[in-house]
């Protein structure tokens, strides 16, 4: 699994490919971590993210929490049918606040 990184004035955009299983989280916790430090606003762009598990769906609850406790603002775009699915089967969109936009 890999992360692309895309920086502008104030906001990096994450974007994990592949697989947000229990096989790659601990990769991709500390790769995330480090691409959320430097700016006040993060995107995590989930549109690549072909199959989310319960230790996936863990990660990003871990991400926003540490975003809220170091005062940056962290939101989930694009997402795929994927991470709907978990998201969902959990009943977490709230939490998380971002706007859910299917389509088809």
Known sequence: MTVLIERERNLVR????G??????VAELKAEL?????DDPEVEIKLSAVSEMDTAGFQLL???KRE???SG???????HSQA????IDS??????FGDPVVITR
Do not use: C, D, W
Not at 90 to 95: D, E, P, Q, T, W
């Open 14 to 17: 994450l974007s994990p490919e």
């Open 19 to 24: 697989e947000l299983t229990i096989y790659h």
């Open 33 to 37: 971590l480090s691409g959320m430090q």
């Open 61 to 63: 609850v871990f991400l």
């Open 67 to 69: 975003a809220i406790r």
């Open 72 to 78: 940056k603002t962290l939101r989930l775009v694009a």
């Open 83 to 86: 991470t709907l699915e978990v």
């Open 90 to 95: 959990y009943n977490m969109a709230s939490y």
